[in-house]
């Protein structure tokens, strides 16, 4: 069905992505800038820090236009062009960590960042936009309600706590998910949404739990802590998150659907997953098991019934060779004195 869809096109699709610079913003510029016929924007505040040889050497070969700025401020979107035939919207603060040490910033970054783009929406000629959402927006609903698992786009969304900072990343997630609904209805661009489980993979910063485990071996840790032992996750590696986000961009007749992006055929416990990292860095200590971080959801495992019949979304890659991949990865980063970057 993918290459069905890519094939039909015609001509130069101009393309905008907002937070093109990020992780997963980046490796989807890659991939239309490698493999489609795509007249690039990125549009990035470089949150995480300046441009990166990988996307200097990448916006130097494809020519991609660059805008640099602080979308959080409205008169920003004055830079961009006025029509679009695609716009994924990537662009937020995102990581526990932050959730815990700036919960007051990423809401209003978050919220900003929606809300400016969706009121730039309204004037601009933007045919069809994708929104990045995540499972976050329904973790409570799994801890209070003991919802299905593997769980389906129908899920009711739910915050178990709304006084607690962790929720805060998947308060503004939900705003963006009825602001793009709602304001794609009302002004007349086609809007479709993905959310998010668990997507990992080389570059994807130091706020996430593979890097921060990568370099807690790299330090001797011993006894090593797992945090959180019994709980489980269900990891998408970013080649396969990005596939499944392109074509929910190119696959028409999809306006108004909310697709999982994830993988659902390993549900593994966070032990299982140390343990391989720890066998790939040849760890000879012992492990100390410890509980979860407060607000930290039990289960995680999505539902990609939808997304495979509707997309042919089809995820390739096993958890085990994406972790050994994405270990190398940071291995070689840390040891040739790679700065830490968000």
Not at 92 to 99: E, L, M, Q
Not at 157 to 165: G, K, M, Q
Request: glycine letters at 6%.
């Amino acid at each position: 069905m993918e290459e069905a869809i890519f094939s039909k096109l015609r001509y130069m699709k101009k393309v905008l992505l907002i937070g093109g610079a990020g992780f997963i913003g980046f490796n989807i510029t890659k991939f239309l800038a490698e493999n489609r016929n795509y007249e690039i924007t990125v549009a990035d505040n470089f949150f995480r820090g300046k441009m990166d040889v990988l996307l200097t050497d990448l916006v130097d070969k494809y020519k991609i236009r660059v805008v640099n700025a602080d979308f959080t401020n409205a008169a920003s979107f004055d830079q961009l062009d006025k029509d679009y035939d695609q716009v994924y919207m990537l662009a937020a603060v995102v990581g526990v960590k932050y959730t815990e040490e700036i919960p007051n910033e990423l809401i209003r970054i978050n919220a900003f960042l929606a809300l400016n783009t969706l009121e730039w929406l309204k004037t601009a000629q933007c045919k069809k936009v994708v929104f990045t959402s995540t499972s976050e927006c329904y973790a409570g609903t799994i801890e209070a309600f003991d919802y299905q698992v593997p769980t389906p786009e129908s899920v009711p969304l739910c915050i178990d706590d709304i006084t607690h900072p962790r929720f805060t990343y998947a308060v503004t997630k939900m705003l963006g998910e009825s602001g793009f609904m709602n304001y794609s209805k009302v002004f007349g661009f086609e809007c479709t949404i993905v959310r998010y489980h668990n997507v990992y993979g080389p570059r994807m910063g130091f706020k996430h739990v593979i890097p921060q485990v990568t370099q807690r071996f790299l330090k001797k840790e011993d006894p090593f802590k797992i945090y959180g032992y019994d709980q489980t996750r269900s990891f998408n590696y970013i080649d396969d998150a990005v596939n499944g986000t392109v074509l929910a961009m190119e696959t028409p007749d999809v306006s108004g659907e909310i697709f999982h992006i994830g993988d659902m055929t390993d549900e593994l416990k966070i032990e299982e997953l140390i343990k391989y990292i720890g066998e790939l860095m040849d760890y000879k200590g012992t492990y100390e098991y410890e509980s979860a971080p407060s607000g930290s959801v039990s289960r995680r495992c999505p539902d990609i019934s939808k997304a495979q019949k509707m997309l042919g979304y089809d995820p390739k890659t096993s958890w085990k060779v994406g972790v050994k991949n994405t270990i190398e990865w940071y291995v070689n980063y840390i040891n040739t004195g790679g700065d830490v970057f968000e």
